[in-house]
C-alpha cells in the first residue's frame, strides 16, 4: 500500500515538474538589464532613446529589420520597453537571451544581443536631436538646414522639413508668410539663382498673430474665404513673439528631376501698413540622396509583326481590247469557217474567268461594244449590229455566273471615214482621198456609201477591208489586290527616288514589307514616320501602332524619348492589356493597349523621370512573372521598396538583375544594414569603374562618418576615373561637406591623384560657384586668394 | 460775440462736418454700436455710432443724457461728432488721432449752490487707444481736448433774477476756454 501510494505521489510530482516547466518559457530566466546611451554628436548622455527588449532575439532581429527599412509603422509589441532618462540610462526585466533595440527618429537603431550580457552601454548619432539644440540657441540669422530631401522619379519629398521661425518676426499685429520653392540649378552660368520657368512652387506657410487675425476678420467683413491665407492661417498656431519651429512634410513634382534643385523660401513679414521683412533664404542646397537614379534598367517590347500586318490595297483597274470576229454576212452568226473566232472568244472568256474566279479580284463591270461595216443601208446595220453584240455577250458571258456584273452593249456602225484610214496605213492614199472627199461632201452615211459604190475601186479594194470592221469591242473593269513581292517593293525602294524618299503614296502592306526588308537603322526610322503620318491619314487618327511601337522601340535603343509618340494608342479607360474589343462597325476586333505599347510607354515615362505616370501605366500589366520585373522596377523607384507588401518582391529582383542594382537597392535603405550589404555587392562590381568606386565611397562614409579618409581616397580614384563626378558629388546629399573637403585637401599631398590639376581646376570651380554653400572653409580660402592676387595684379 | 455771430459759427461749422463726413459716411463698410463705459458707471447714459469710412477712418456719433450723476445736482445732454485717424491702418485697433465736435446744454449746481445752465458748443483734439478684444469687439480708452465756447446763465440759487431775464439779459456769462471734450473708456461692437 506504501509502495502504491509513494508510486503515485511521484507520478504526481513529476506531472507537476513538467507542467511547471511548460509554464516557464523556453527564452529562459528572466534578469534584469540595464545600461547607459551615448550621443555621439554631443559626447553626452542621450535621453529619450527607446529601448525595446525582446525575450527572443529573433523577434528582435526583425524589428530590427522593419526599422532599418524605415518602416516604424508596424512595431511589433516588445516584451519590455524604457526610455533614456536624463543620464542616458535604462533598465528593464528581460531574458538573458534576449535582444535590445534602441530606437529614436532620425537616428539609426542599434540591435545588441544579450547572450548573457546583463549591462548594456551603447553609443548613437544624435541625428534629429541636432534641430532642438539649434532651436535653443536662439537664431539670428538663418542658414541651410541639413533638410533631408528624397528623390523618388520625379517627385521630391521632404521629410520633416525644420523650418525655425526666429523670435525677431514674432508681433500679434503681423503676418508671417514663408513661401518655399525648388529651384533647379546647374553649372552652366545659372548656378543657385535657378531659371524662374522651372521653379517649383511648395506648400505656404502663413501665421498670424492673434491680433491681426482679428482685424484681418474685420477687414474681409467676417467672411474667412475672402482672405485665402486668412483661411490656411486658422488653425494653425499664432505668430508669437517667442521663436519656434515649423515641421512639414511636401512632396512636389519636379520639371526636370535629373537635376539638382535647391530648397528656397520667401520669409515675408507685414505688418497693417508694410512689409517688416522680405528675405530670400536657402534652406537646402538641393543635395539630395537618391541613389535610385543609378538604377539599371532597360525594357523593351516588340509588337507581333504578323499580328498588326496591313492587308495589301484593294486597287481599281480599267482593262479594255478589241476582239475582230466574222459573222456571216446578214447574219448574227459568227462565220464556222474562221478558226480565229473561237480563240479570240477564248481568249477573252479566260480573261473573264480568271477575274471572275480569282482569289484577290472581282469582276465589276463589262461593255461590249458591236461594230458594223458601213455598206448598205445604215438602219438595217444598226440591227444586225445589235443582233451581233447581244450574241457576242452570251458567247462571251458564258464561262461567267451569274452575278451582279454590271455589263452594258451597244451596236454602232464604222463609218466611212474609218475606210479612208485603213486605206492610207495601206499607202492607198489616192484612194483614200477619194473616199474622204465624198465623206466630207456628203453628210448621210447612206448617200456616201451610194458614191462610194459607184468608185471603180469598190470591189477591188475596199470590199477586203470592210470584214476588217466588223468588230466587237469590249471593255471590263475589274478590282483587285495589288501585291508586290516583298522583292518588288525592295526594289522599287532602292530604284524609285520618290518611293525611298516616301514622297508618294505608299500602300501600308508596302510599308509592311520594308520595315522588315530594310536594315539602315535611320531610313528604318524615316520609314516608321512616314507610316505614322499616311495610316492617319488612311485609316483615322491614331494610326497603325506598329510603326509607333517599332519608332519608339528605336528610340529607345539610342536613349531618345518622346513621350508622345505612343500615348494616342493608350485607352487609359480600359485597365488591361492586349484587350480585344469588337469594332465599332461589328466587323471583326481590335487590340486595344497592347502590351508592347504599354511597356515601351512605360520605358520611356521612366527615362523621362516620369514615375507617377509610369505607375498609372503598370497598373495595366496583369501581376504574373512576365511583368514581374518590369512592376518592380516601376514600384522601386516609387519608393516601394520599403513597404513590407512589396519588399520581397522588389529587393528579390532588383538583387538578382544586375551587380550594381543589388548595391542600388541596397543603399537606397539608408541604413547601416543594408549599407554593409552594398558594400559587399559593390566588390561584384568592376574594380576600375568610376561609378562603383563612387558608390564605394558613399557607403564607406556612411558606414564610418568619422573616418573620411579612406572614402575621400575612393573618391578623388573615381574622379580621376571620370571627372563628371566631381558635379555629381557635389550635387549628392551622400557626399558631405567634411568629405568633399577631405578629398580636396588631399590632392595637395597625393599629387598622383591628380597629375594634371584637373580635378583640384573642377572642385574649386564647383565650390566657387557655389558660394559658400559647398565647403564654405575652401570657398574663403578660395576667394581669399583670388582677392590676394587681384590686387597683386592691380 | 452777438447772436448772429454766433448762429453764424455754428453753422458753418456744422456746414463743414458735414461736408468731410457725410460722403464718407454713405460708403461706410461697418458699422460699430458703442457706449463708455466709464460714463455709463457716472450714471450718464450714452450710446453712440462708429461708422467705418475705410480701413484707418471712422466717424463716430454719439449722444448722452444725464439728470444728476450720483448725487450732483445736474441736468445735461449733448451729442458729439468726432472723426478718428487710426495710425495702425485698421479701425479700432491700436492708435489713433482725430478730431472731436461737441454741443451739449446743461443745468449744475455746485456745492455752494452756484448754478450754471447754460450750451456749448467746442473743437479739440482726439487721441487714444483700442484694443480689439474680439472678431466684433473692441475696448477703446479716448480722450479729447480742445476748446469750448459756452454761453451760460450763471448765479446762485438764492439770487432773485427773473427781473434779469426780463430784460434780456440771458446769458449773463459766455466765453472760451481749454477743457477735456469727453475722455473715457468705451465699449464698441460691430453690428455690420
Not at chain 1, 27 to 54: C, L, M, P, R, S
Not at chain 2, 157 to 166: F, K, M, N, Q
Amino acid at each position: 500500500m506504501k509502495k502504491l501510494y509513494s508510486y503515485k505521489c511521484f507520478i504526481v510530482f513529476s506531472i507537476c515538474i513538467v507542467l511547471h516547466c511548460i509554464s516557464i518559457p523556453t527564452w529562459g530566466q528572466i534578469k534584469h538589464v540595464h545600461g547607459t546611451v551615448i550621443n555621439t554628436d554631443t559626447k553626452g548622455a542621450f535621453e529619450g532613446v527607446n529601448v525595446y527588449g525582446f525575450h527572443d532575439a529573433a523577434k528582435a532581429e526583425d524589428l530590427f529589420r522593419r526599422l532599418n527599412m524605415g518602416n516604424i509603422k508596424q512595431i511589433v509589441s516588445p516584451d519590455a520597453s524604457a526610455v533614456t532618462d536624463q543620464l542616458g540610462g535604462f533598465e528593464l526585466e528581460l531574458s538573458r537571451n534576449g535582444g535590445l533595440i534602441f530606437y529614436t527618429p532620425g537616428a539609426t537603431p542599434i540591435l545588441r544581443k544579450l547572450n548573457g550580457v546583463l549591462q548594456v552601454n551603447v553609443s548613437m548619432a544624435g541625428g534629429i536631436q541636432l534641430e532642438e539644440v539649434t532651436i535653443k540657441a536662439r537664431l539670428t540669422k538663418l542658414t541651410a538646414l541639413a533638410a533631408e530631401t528624397t528623390k523618388l522619379g520625379n517627385k521630391m519629398y521632404v521629410e520633416n522639413f525644420p523650418f525655425p521661425i526666429l523670435q525677431k518676426w514674432g508681433k500679434t499685429n503681423a503676418r508671417l508668410l514663408i513661401q518655399s520653392f525648388c529651384v533647379p540649378w546647374g553649372w552652366r552660368g545659372d548656378t543657385l539663382h535657378g531659371r524662374r520657368n522651372d521653379t517649383v512652387f511648395m506648400k505656404h506657410i502663413v501665421r498670424d498673430g492673434e491680433e491681426y487675425k482679428t482685424t484681418q476678420i474685420r477687414r474681409q467683413n467676417f467672411e474667412k474665404r475672402r482672405d485665402k491665407l486668412l483661411a490656411m492661417s486658422a488653425h494653425a498656431p499664432r505668430l508669437t513673439g517667442q521663436s519656434d519651429t515649423i515641421y512639414w512634410v511636401d512632396s512636389v513634382t519636379l520639371n526636370q528631376p535629373e537635376k539638382p534643385y535647391i530648397v528656397k523660401a520667401v520669409v515675408l513679414v507685414e505688418d497693417y501698413h508694410r512689409i517688416l521683412r522680405n528675405d530670400t533664404i536657402l534652406l537646402s542646397t538641393g543635395r539630395s540622396r537618391d541613389p535610385m537614379k543609378y538604377l539599371e534598367y532597360n525594357f523593351c517590347e516588340a509588337l507581333d509583326m504578323q499580328t498588326y500586318r496591313m492587308p495589301p490595297k484593294k486597287e481599281k483597274r480599267d482593262v479594255s481590247g478589241n476582239i475582230t470576229l466574222s459573222f456571216l454576212v446578214g447574219s448574227s452568226k459568227l462565220d464556222p469557217e474562221n478558226p480565229n473566232n473561237e480563240i479570240q472568244l477564248n481568249k477573252l472568256r479566260k480573261e473573264l474567268h480568271d477575274i471572275v474566279y480569282g482569289e484577290e479580284s472581282s469582276l465589276t463591270y463589262l461593255q461590249i461594244t458591236g461594230v458594223s461595216s458601213p455598206e448598205g443601208n445604215y438602219q438595217t446595220n444598226i440591227q444586225l449590229g445589235k443582233k451581233r453584240v447581244l450574241f457576242a455577250r452570251q458567247e462571251i458571258t458564258k464561262s461567267i455566273p451569274n452575278t451582279h456584273v454590271a455589263t452594258d452593249a451597244e451596236a454602232i456602225v464604222a463609218d466611212w471615214g474609218e475606210v479612208a484610214d485603213i486605206l492610207r496605213q495601206d499607202t492607198l492614199n489616192d484612194e483614200a482621198q477619194k473616199i474622204q472627199a465624198i465623206v466630207d461632201k456628203y453628210k448621210n452615211i447612206n448617200d456616201q456609201y451610194v458614191q462610194i459604190r459607184r468608185l471603180p475601186f469598190y470591189k477591188t479594194t475596199i470590199n477586203d477591208i470592210l470584214p476588217k470592221l466588223r468588230t466587237v469591242k469590249y471593255k471590263y473593269r475589274y478590282d483587285i489586290f495589288r501585291k508586290l513581292t516583298p522583292e518588288e517593293i525592295l526594289k522599287k525602294y532602292q530604284t524609285n527616288p520618290d518611293y525611298h524618299q516616301c514622297k508618294v503614296q505608299i500602300p501600308l502592306y508596302e510599308f509592311w514589307w520594308l520595315f522588315q526588308l530594310v536594315k539602315d537603322k535611320k531610313e528604318l526610322e524615316h520609314l516608321y514616320k512616314a507610316a505614322i503620318a499616311q495610316s492617319t491619314q488612311v485609316l483615322g487618327k491614331p494610326g497603325w501602332v506598329l510603326p509607333a511601337n517599332l519608332l519608339a522601340e528605336s528610340y529607345l535603343s539610342r536613349d531618345t524619348l518622346d513621350l508622345n509618340l505612343l500615348q494616342p494608342y493608350i485607352n487609359y479607360n480600359i485597365v488591361e492589356v492586349d484587350k480585344e474589343v469588337r469594332k465599332l462597325s461589328g466587323n471583326g476586333t481590335i487590340i486595344v493597349n497592347p502590351r508592347g505599347v504599354i511597356v515601351n510607354q512605360i520605358a520611356m515615362l521612366l527615362k523621362a523621370h516620369e514615375v507617377s505616370e509610369a505607375s498609372k501605366l503598370v497598373q495595366m500589366l496583369p501581376n504574373d512573372q512576365k511583368n514581374k520585373e518590369i512592376k518592380s522596377y516601376v514600384y522601386a523607384l516609387l519608393g516601394y521598396y520599403k513597404d513590407p507588401d512589396y519588399y520581397d518582391g522588389i529587393y528579390n529582383v532588383l538583387t538578382h538583375s544586375t551587380p550594381l542594382n543589388k548595391v542600388v537597392i541596397n543603399m537606397a535603405f539608408n541604413t547601416r544594414y543594408y549599407d554593409e550589404k552594398a558594400l559587399e555587392a559593390i566588390e561584384e562590381l568592376p574594380k576600375q569603374d568610376a561609378l562603383a568606386m563612387y558608390l564605394k565611397a558613399i557607403v564607406m562614409s556612411r558606414l564610418d562618418p568619422n573616418d573620411t579618409y579612406t572614402p575621400a581616397i575612393t573618391l578623388l580614384m573615381a574622379f580621376g576615373k571620370d571627372n563628371n563626378y566631381i558635379v555629381k558629388a557635389a550635387a549628392d546629399g551622400d557626399i558631405s561637406d567634411e568629405l568633399f573637403e577631405q578629398a580636396y585637401g588631399m590632392l595637395e599631398f597625393n599629387p598622383q591623384l591628380d597629375m594634371e590639376g584637373k580635378i583640384a581646376k573642377s572642385m574649386e570651380k564647383i565650390i566657387l560657384e557655389m558660394k559658400g554653400d559647398l565647403c564654405p572653409t575652401i570657398y574663403k580660402q578660395l576667394t581669399a586668394h583670388g582677392h590676394a592676387k587681384d590686387k597683386k595684379m592691380s | 460775440m452777438n447772436n448772429l455771430t454766433q448762429k453764424r459759427i455754428i453753422w458753418l461749422f456744422t456746414a463743414m462736418i458735414s461736408v468731410i463726413v457725410f460722403p464718407k459716411i454713405a460708403n461706410a463698410q461697418q458699422v460699430a454700436i458703442h457706449t463708455d463705459v466709464m460714463q455709463d458707471a457716472l450714471k450718464i447714459p450714452n450710446l453712440g455710432l462708429e461708422l467705418y469710412i475705410d480701413d484707418a477712418h471712422t466717424v463716430q456719433f454719439s449722444a448722452f443724457a444725464t439728470s444728476g450723476p450720483w448725487t450732483m445736482d445736474m441736468k445735461a445732454g449733448g451729442v458729439q461728432a468726432t472723426y478718428r485717424y487710426w495710425l495702425s491702418g485698421r479701425a479700432l485697433t491700436r492708435e489713433f488721432i482725430g478730431l472731436n465736435s461737441l454741443f451739449t446744454t446743461y443745468r449744475y449746481t455746485n456745492k455752494s449752490n452756484r448754478i450754471r445752465k447754460g450750451d456749448a458748443v467746442g473743437l479739440g483734439f482726439a487721441f487714444g487707444y483700442a484694443w480689439p478684444l474680439t472678431k466684433r469687439m473692441s475696448l477703446t480708452a479716448h480722450s479729447s481736448l480742445g476748446v469750448a465756447y459756452y454761453r451760460q446763465k450763471e448765479h446762485y440759487s438764492y439770487d432773485d433774477i427773473t427781473s434779469l431775464w426780463e430784460h434780456d439779459q440771458f446769458p449773463n456769462s459766455k466765453g472760451l476756454c481749454l477743457v477735456p471734450l469727453n475722455f473715457g473708456v468705451t465699449i464698441s461692437y460691430i453690428i455690420k
